[in-house]
């Protein structure tokens, strides 16, 4: 059993920056892949960042690349998601997720281990 646990929220301004963290407890994050997630009220949750568990491979949607950089310390058992240029449309609860690794994916049905979330507010 893995539990993640998020942290790092808040309310910036827009074109602020935030740098979440999700640590993990129970067992080790290594060779899990690690997805970040976003859910704003009355919409799906989205796929907003993924790292495999080596750390060599991200992928990002076209709605954060260039903004969004995921990255993982595995001595740490954590997972970061460095979040500049935000923009009021990124306002949602962001979760961490994990999932036994292999192809690395955006689909949250894949991922087994979550977090509670943690609130992004991005304010124009």
């Known amino acids: 059993q893995v539990q993640l646990v998020e942290s790092g929220g808040g309310l910036v301004q827009a074109g602020g920056s935030l740098r979440l963290s999700c640590a993990a407890s129970g067992r080790t994050l290594s060779r899990y892949d690690m997805g970040w997630f976003r859910q704003a009220p009355g919409k799906e949750r989205e796929f907003v960042a993924g790292?495999?568990?080596?750390?060599?491979?991200?992928r990002y949607p076209d709605s954060v690349k260039g903004r969004f950089t995921v990255s993982r310390d595995n001595a740490k058992n954590t997972v970061y998601l460095q979040m500049n240029t935000l923009k009021p449309e990124d306002t949602a609860v962001y979760y961490c997720?994990?999932?036994?690794?292999?192809?690395?994916?955006?689909?949250?049905?894949?991922?087994?281990?979550w977090g509670q979330g943690t609130q992004v507010t991005v304010s124009s």
């Open positions: 997720a994990a999932r036994s690794s292999g192809i690395l994916t955006s689909r949250a049905g894949d991922y087994r281990y």
């Open positions: 790292i495999n568990w080596p750390g060599g491979i991200t």
